[in-house]
């Protein structure tokens, strides 16, 4: 037993909890972020992604510019799991426009499993916006 591989679910779960945790430590820090700012998105991002498709709702985030620790934290799981190496950039963003609809395909997939664990991490840690968790208007 000591020589089995994590799943690949225990592995998204792992990188995702080390995203949520980096940016409690590092609030307002994490690439310019605020660790509230960063659950919330977490939290509407799969269903921007289901409504729009992972590309706009990627460049609706970049648009927004106070998310960036989520960009880099997506970007970073779903590149690596691709296979894309340090020199094939680590954008995600630039990486759904410049490459074939397969990748887009597997790369929504894969954000969006990545996400189930990622939101969780990020409600159980209590970061969401005070306005969503007091039900009030933004």
Known sequence: ??????????????????????ALKRSGDHQGQDSKKFGGEARRLPMRIMVSGLGQALAFLEAKNEVR????ELSDWVLERRGLG????????????GRNSDFLRRATDETLAYLQWLKRFAEAEGLTDEHEAQGGQR
């Open 69 to 72: 620790g989520l960009l880099a």
């Open 86 to 97: 340090p020199g094939a950039g680590r954008d995600l963003l630039q990486a759904v426009i």
């Open 1 to 22: 037993m000591s020589g089995s591989q994590p799943t690949l679910d225990q592995r998204r779960a792992k990188h995702a909890w080390d995203a949520v945790q980096h």
